[in-house]
């Protein structure tokens, strides 16, 4: 019989010590692997290859006092969130929480260096350790996301289906299948791969996919030349007076015509809050009556077979931290299209005490919509075997 949830995490954090993973890396890799380095202030960093260092940071803390943050120094010997997997089990019964999907910043490290063939190793042996060591704790419970690699569309693909063998429920793009920060005709195989997979599709964060240094926003049929419209890009005056471009990436993805090819596939922003979305989705519609014309005959954009609002409103659902406005406000786009996050063990979130949160944040909100957005939700997306 299946877990029972009340309350699912949809967007947490997994920073990890390499060296409780590192073995995973084949043996002719294993020496430019990622490696523990110690800062001249004390604190944790790691390096990768000949890449940049990435330290902890003291944002990626939580449960320290606000007033305390900037004295912080963040260690991996002090570790909350970042231990192992049955320390993280002790720390969400603590919270309250039930179950976490976890995103990483492993593609950003990895990708630190230049040698494409040592990128997807490391890609490739993270995965299998956080499937096969770490959520295998738990399976029902730790819920980390794979790191799809961004050297091309076979590579994306065919981590992908290792992905699935291997059991985990999600992957995360930082960029568009084929590596490039603009939708692709290419891209097709691996949206299709995703549903024939069953597999959760996700990016952290909203806003536009990112991409190679220098790749535009999307590839226009034709680029404006004229001396009289002041703009540089098309897509981006949907957002005019928006105050906020989170549904960028959707819009990119409905501009290439990828929602009505796929009507089937579905994308969650992760930590993206919600209080946004009601204005947000007006605002998309009014700006595409207005500049759409514009678009259409200085970028050469066909028109959309919908309103902007009506893909949003479909194909996406957004994650939100500590925000009562947006699930009190959470018909705009429905309470099935929004996640709770506690964003753990990042300062952001509020553990331990993530249900005084949860109490104030969905005061008011009716019992069906609380958890819809709580659990429900997630168990669907990520397909797992429990019920709310």
């Not at 060296?19 to 944790?44: F, L, S, Y």
């Not at 944002?59 to 970042?82: A, C, Y």
């Not at 490039?180 to 195989?189: A, M, N, V, Y």
């Not at 290439?256 to 519609?285: N, Q, S």
């Amino acid at each position: 019989m299946g877990r029972e949830y009340k309350v699912i995490s949809a967007d947490s954090h997994l920073d990890l010590n390499p060296e409780v993973w590192t073995h995973r890396v084949p043996a002719k890799w294993r020496d430019r692997a990622p490696t523990r380095i110690v800062m001249p202030n004390g604190a944790d960093a790691i390096r990768a290859d000949n890449g940049e260092i990435d330290t902890i940071g003291i944002t990626r803390n939580v449960g320290v006092p606000f007033d305390q943050l900037p004295s912080l120094v963040p260690k991996f010997s002090e570790p909350i969130g970042n231990g192992t997997p049955e320390l993280r089990l002790q720390e969400q019964d603590r919270d309250g929480v039930d179950a976490e999907v976890m995103f990483t910043w492993a593609d950003q490290l990895f990708r630190e260096t230049e040698d494409d063939e040592l990128y997807r190793a490391l890609v490739h042996s993270y995965n299998e350790y956080l499937a096969e060591e770490y959520m295998a704790v738990a399976p029902d419970r730790l819920l980390p996301e794979g790191t799809i690699p961004t050297t091309g569309i076979d590579d994306a693909v065919q981590e992908l289906e290792h992905c699935a063998t291997i059991g985990l429920k999600g992957v995360t793009l930082t960029r568009f299948p084929s590596g490039r920060g603009f939708p692709t005709p290419e891209d097709d195989r691996f949206w299709a791969a995703a549903l024939d997979l069953n597999i959760a599709l996700a990016k952290h964060g909203g806003g536009r996919f990112q991409g190679k240094k220098g790749d535009p926003l999307f590839q226009y049929p034709r680029q404006n030349t004229s001396t009289d419209l002041h703009k540089e890009d098309a897509i981006t005056l949907l957002f005019s007076n928006t105050g906020a471009q989170q549904a960028l990436g959707a819009m990119q993805m409905a501009y290439a015509g990828v929602w009505d090819r796929f009507p089937e596939l579905r994308m969650y922003f992760a930590e993206t809050m919600a209080g946004w979305i009601p204005f947000a989705l007006f605002m998309l519609d009014d700006n595409y009556k207005r500049y759409q014309p514009i678009m259409r005959a200085f970028w050469g954009v066909d028109d959309l077979e919908r309103q902007p609002s009506e893909y949003v409103r479909e194909h996406t659902y957004w994650g939100t931290l500590y925000d009562p406005v947006g699930v009190q406000q959470c018909d705009a786009i429905g309470a099935d299209h929004i996640m709770f996050c506690t964003d753990f063990p990042h300062a952001a979130g509020d553990w331990p005490n993530s249900r005084q949160v949860i109490d104030d944040m969905f005061s008011g909100v009716p019992e069906e919509k609380k958890q819809r957005m709580l659990t429900e939700n997630a168990v669907e997306y990520w397909h797992l075997d429990g019920k709310a």
